[in-house]
């Protein structure tokens, strides 16, 4: 079994796969106070919910945005699994090149979307990750990963525009009945939600556009993270729906690259 980590900025997702199969996934908020041994016994429970013993894990993969939280993982596999973690990174053979002017700088979780989406759907193919981030990384017809887009998440945007104006509440994000919004709070929630989509939308015609000039095709569009279920629902534009796709790719990334042997 192996044992998969996401750790993002607002999340931290774990999950089991025997083989290719994920038996369990989780999801806690991601803190930066937490110490190796709340993760270990966080990691412990969640393992006790599916009977598994710590003996039965043979790997421990993570994907990490959030630096100081990557060293408490590792720590954690150390000591509670006798294991060290592979940490995906561009450093790595991942079976592709990566095109951006420096490669150090795309995240792993960016990483492991590239590995996963092209081993399921091949290239040319656009990933949308709808997390603290909205990110789009564009695959060549190669696998080859030619680079992306950065725009602020949902979330992200309604926190920051409750914090910057004065009197725009704090809004939950679910979609009002009608468009032209009667009140503040349904006129934010058109304008983050409906804006998010058709932000998406235009994003995705520009991109495939490039694609098309590059490639000859305008590249199969999939959809991860907490929002892209909510997206696909209101867009055609995205035709496939991962919301594991990290988790598999720091499998995959595991498999290709052997793991690592225990301590």
Known sequence: MLFAIDIGNTHTVFGLFRGNRLLGEWRVTSMLQRTEDEVGVQVLQFLGQLKVK???????????VVPNLTDVYVAMARKYFQQDALVINSSLNLGFRILYE???FVGAD???????????????????????????????TNGDYLGGVIAAGIETAAADLHRRAAKLPKVELHLPEKIIGTDTVSSMQNGLLWGAVDAMEGMVRRI?????????????????????????????VIEHVEPSLVLDGVRLVYERIGGRKKL
């Not at 710590?54 to 990490?64: A, L, M, Q």
């Not at 989406?117 to 949308?128: H, N, Q, S, V």
């Not at 490039?210 to 000859?216: M, Q, T």
């Open 110 to 140: 960016r990483l492991c979307n590239a590995v996963a989406g092209c081993t399921k759907y091949g290239g040319p193919l656009i990933i949308i990750d709808f997390g603290t981030a909205t990110t789009y990384d564009v695959i060549a």
């Open 54 to 64: 710590p003996k039965s894990i043979r790997g421990i993969g993570v994907s990490s």
């Open 102 to 104: 420096e490669p150090k």
């Open 208 to 236: 495939q556009e490039e694609l098309v000039a590059s490639e000859g095709k305008r590249g199969t569009v999939i959809a991860t993270g907490g929002f892209s279920a909510f997206v696909k629902a209101r867009s055609s």
